[in-house]
């Protein structure tokens, strides 16, 4: 079942990506090219530690 | 000195006053949670001071206690674990008063706020701020028994 | 121009940090600590230095009370063990 567990890692890896890139499209003042490149970057590193971290306790 | 600045004063005065006494004198069980409520108290402040100074880079400091205040509380709830068992602390009245309070004042900053990317900002502090304060109250009044290894 | 502002977060570091001399059990001292930390951040916003209120919140709400508790804890297990080995 490698290829399915794979396509719900990689959906729930989007799914944590969209959320953080949300947050952080709040949480900064002014929005400008910049801040939108660090912000999805940073949200894509937050999201691979976010399903990792959801893996290890997998309570959720 | 406007409203908001008033307002501020008020709640420092009296709330934050409060609890300093609180964590200064009295049982265990009364301390830790004035620790847990001077947190709750000051970000609402620190909320009303960033209206008051018409400076919406400080709503980053009342964003960065709500997450850091809880935390802070469940660091002695876990690690005051034996000490509180024996006498738990259960002042739920007055958790959600300032849970009320927190929320009184997020609404009216976000009625001034207007809507925008700011007023999302807020909501999310409001539920970071109220959420924490349940969730470390209810941490020290023993509610997380799973977590607790003898 | 916010004079009582100001003076009411001086009013309570003063309040705090006198009360952290006085307490003397050092998980207590630990409690009084933290709500110092807060205070002192919110003396910092009222003098009108986030940035460095921003530092004070980091360190001094959960770093500093989890260093002086893990330290206590440390400082109390032997104590309790040897009282059960008797």
Redesign the interface.
């Known amino acids: 079942m490698n290829r399915r567990t794979t396509l719900l890692g990689a959906a729930e890896i989007l799914a944590w990506w969209a959320a953080l890139a949300l947050?952080w499209?709040?949480?900064i003042?002014a929005v400008d090219a910049l801040e939108l490149v660090v912000g999805t970057s940073a949200a894509l590193v937050g999201a691979f530690a976010a399903w990792g971290t959801r893996r290890a306790v997998s309570g959720w | 000195m406007n409203g908001w600045t008033v307002a501020a004063t008020a709640a420092l005065a009296v709330g934050v006053g409060a609890t300093v006494w609180g964590v200064a004198t009295g049982p265990l069980r009364r301390r830790v949670v004035a620790q847990n409520l001077s947190t709750s108290l000051a970000c609402p402040a620190l909320l009303l001071l960033s209206e008051g100074y018409d400076r919406p880079s400080y709503v980053d400091l009342a964003l960065l206690l709500a997450l850091l205040g809880p935390v802070g509380t469940l660091v002695f709830a876990r690690l005051l674990v034996e000490d509180l068992a024996a006498d738990p602390p259960r002042t739920w009245g007055l958790t959600y008063a300032v849970a009320a309070f927190g929320a009184a004042v997020v609404i009216a900053v976000c009625v001034a706020a207007g809507p925008s990317r700011a007023l999302v900002k807020l909501l999310v502090v409001g539920a970071l701020l109220i959420g924490g304060n349940l969730t470390a109250s209810r941490a020290l009044s023993g509610g997380f028994a799973g977590s607790r290894r003898g | 121009m916010d004079d009582p502002l100001i003076v009411v977060a001086l009013l309570l570091v003063a309040g705090s940090a006198t009360a952290a001399v006085a307490v003397r059990d050092p998980a207590r001292q630990a409690l009084v600590l933290a709500v110092l930390g807060t205070v002192l951040a919110v003396l910092f916003t009222v003098l009108q230095a986030p940035d460095v209120a921003l530092s004070q919140l980091a360190v001094g709400s959960a770093l500093t009370p989890l260093l002086i508790m893990l330290s206590v804890r440390k400082v109390r297990r032997p104590k309790r063990r040897e009282e059960t080995e008797r």
Do not use: I
């Open positions: 947050l499209l709040v949480f003042s």
